[in-house]
């Protein structure tokens, strides 16, 4: 019988279960931190009316997007977290509670093209908090410190929180009179990637002036200590109400990451992020050994959020950490390595059924304090059902044979170093 | 400006924040209890190539998958967690350590006429036990006990696990010399909801003789204890290979059941669950006071899990849980009710900006404390901050202004009684 193939699509990821185990421990952590901070979870849904997911999507979004064909309905998956996030608050606005910290963890779906390290189906875990109307620049550090919180935790190395804000950068164009700050910020936002000098190739492509090009590479270099840049900034003495504006949030972001004790987050003027869609607060994060990785983590400010959707205006800002992409990095470079060990602590097995009722006798103690049990349940000789514990590396192996059950003694092996203990010496450590 | 409608789509469950929190803790229940048991998880995609869903599915499920317009692969979204599972086995075979013991917890997509309560976005939280060649019986009594323990951790009141054979049925059926044998586990299948005339009636449209029909209505309506059961089930002394084996089986599933201190597991021969899948125990599982409700979780026995994607040939045993539709009879019946509490343990309400870094401070203590605290970081008027307490129905609040800045001594006060304590006094208990 021809059989039909089963390997995952191009762009999905499907994972061992002691992968999976890796990839759902980092998944809770960060659950973790944004129910810590505050963060209510929300599960909304994968599918949506066409014209909800494009009210404000344009160009690649609409030729990646998954169209369904169902009923009358014109279809499609979610690409991101936030319009759903957006059509979700103008739908219930009258019930929610603003600020409205929420926590958005789930699949999304791209079709691009297929590369290594790109996935079509994603995990994005985001948290945003958002506002009715005006909502404070002190979130903006909070979602920050957020993702402080988590990297902190996970654990994988040094990193660094670049931070920038839009409304700087914008008025910082202006005050040049350039005609088209949105073409010069796209150059900046792929500036690291290439040498100063196919930089300035492609400022001059934008017909901008020699002159102008030296400001603008002079502004997006300006480095130091964040007080120093804050400094500087000042120092360029900018007469432009968006200039101003940026740079008092800037400052404001800054003095309060520093107050949380955030001690990595830099600014960096080459922040630049999704352009029609960023009004002030920038970030992006890397880690200092990677920075080849790209960014692991980023968000920020919006506005108009559900302007779409509802009369009424609401602006968030947000912070995601595309957990597929991430993982696949992480593996590839061997900052996370999977340890083949399974997630099972003690494995018992019996020697044949007549142990069965004292094994589930064990297993219930064992759960009760707080760890995981398998039981080998297969009529196997002994020797295959130890051949399974070695397989499936198994932390502890009790083998229950009659003489168990008759004296209630029971020793568990470590099967890392082959010592025995005791039930209660394993259970009480 | 045209507003674009946000209503979810029919058949699609979106919750508040505060619903969302029950229906996580439940999912989070199922989840613990699955691990606690050695079973690992596995997080499969949610697309796959059309002919895997649709190598052994047939009639309805065919209407119903939705299907995926992108590229050149015809696509669907799986329908169930049955398919992408035994995909999934026939493709890492050689990796999976057998018996593999899966549990699967995600979103499935059925096109189903839209109905209250039957949802076309749903949960299935999913555990089962897959053996390469032959797979021990008594795993069937293994995934019927979790169930068990899931219900009793949950707390919905008393059910009932109600337990059958499909190898006893058929042979039963066989041993009457009947042709149309799925036609009558059909209607057997259907008999609860439908008078005994109307059952009647079925069956002599199928052409069964007045005695045959009597012999099955006395057949399902076998009752009595378990042992009782058995026993005249035996004393029927039916020779058919079939009848015997599922007997032998469903005595061995009963049998470790009441081992493992499960005591609400009832020989039911009315249980037939899915005609062309199960083909040894099936079990249905009801609430007690909510019979009307239908079954909480089922599932059963399957042979030939991966006949259309490998040779090698794998059985499994797994048991199944609803939750969407579960959570929403839940909530109807008033079963569950949901808490307007949020699930933020305390909110920090600083006077102004200047107590922000003292918040910060507090928080990081109380998150250590293994709490969760969300500060209201918005420059409002103290009447509204309080305001929001309120509607977001915290349960602690800390009023920081300058004196408890200065004196370090803050008064946490529960919302629910008024009463207030000290940081100290509120974390030690």
Redesign the interface.
């Known amino acids: 019988?021809q059989?039909?193939?089963?390997?995952?699509?191009s762009g999905?990821?499907?994972?061992?279960?002691?992968d999976?185990?890796v990839?759902?421990q980092i998944k809770q952590v960060i659950s973790d931190v944004h129910?810590?901070?505050?963060f209510?979870?929300?599960?909304?849904?994968?599918?949506?009316?066409e014209?909800?997911l494009l009210?404000k999507a344009g160009g690649d979004t609409e030729k990646q997007i998954?169209?369904?064909?169902?009923?009358d309905?014109k279809?499609a998956?979610r690409f991101d977290h936030t319009v759903p996030l957006a059509?979700?608050i103008?739908?219930?606005q009258n019930?929610?509670?603003f600020?409205f910290?929420?926590s958005n963890i789930g699949?999304n779906?791209r079709?691009e093209r297929s590369q290594r390290g790109r996935y079509?189906?994603f995990y994005q875990c985001d948290c945003d908090v958002i506002?009715r109307g005006e909502?404070?620049i002190?979130?903006d550090a909070?979602v920050i410190g957020v993702i402080y919180e988590i990297y902190k935790k996970l654990n994988f190395g040094e990193f660094t929180l670049r931070v920038s804000n839009r409304k700087l950068l914008n008025g910082f164009l202006t005050s040049l009179n350039l005609q088209n700050i949105l073409a010069v910020s796209h150059v900046i936002d792929g500036a690291e990637k290439i040498s100063e000098a196919e930089l300035i190739r492609q400022f001059q492509l934008l017909n901008i002036t020699k002159e102008m090009i030296a400001k603008i590479v002079q502004f997006i270099n300006i480095s130091g200590t964040n007080s120093e840049v804050l400094s500087k900034l000042k120092a360029l003495e900018i007469d432009n109400a968006d200039f101003v504006a940026g740079l008092s949030e800037l400052e404001t972001v800054m003095d309060?990451l520093a107050?949380?004790?955030v001690d990595n987050a830099k600014i960096d003027l080459m922040i630049v992020r999704g352009l029609d869609y960023y009004t002030g607060t920038v970030y992006e994060t890397i880690l200092n050994d990677y920075p080849e990785i790209g960014s692991i983590s980023s968000g920020g400010r919006y506005d108009n959020l559900t302007?779409?959707?509802?009369?009424e205006r609401f602006q968030g800002v947000g912070a995601s950490i595309g957990l597929t992409r991430l993982f696949y990095v992480l593996q590839e470079n061997g900052i996370v390595t999977t340890e083949r060990t399974?997630?099972?602590d003690v494995?018992l097995v019996p020697f044949s059924?007549k142990q069965?009722?004292y094994c589930?006798i064990l297993?219930?103690t064992i759960?009760n304090a707080g760890?995981?049990?398998?039981?080998?349940?297969?009529?196997d000789k002994l020797g295959k059902k130890l051949s399974?514990a070695n397989?499936?590396h198994v932390k502890n192996v009790i083998v229950v044979g009659e003489n168990e059950v008759e004296n209630g003694n029971v020793m568990v092996k470590n099967m890392d170093n082959g010592e025995l203990s005791t039930l209660d010496e394993y259970l009480n450590n």
Chains 1, 2 share one sequence.
């Not at 760890?371 to 009529?379: C, G, Q, R």
């Open positions: 019988m059989k039909v193939n089963t390997a995952p699509l999905f990821m499907e994972l061992l279960p002691t999976q185990m990839f759902d129910h810590a901070n505050g209510l979870s929300v599960d909304l849904p994968l599918i949506y009316r014209e909800i009210a998954y169209q369904l064909q169902k009923g309905n279809l998956l059509a979700y103008a739908e219930n019930d929610l509670v600020p910290k929420v699949k779906y079709g079509r189906e506002g909502l404070s002190a979130y909070e309060l107050k949380k004790g302007d779409s959707y509802t009369n399974s997630p099972v494995l059924r069965f009722e589930y297993s219930d759960k760890k995981t049990v398998d039981i080998f349940l297969a009529d399974y397989k499936a």
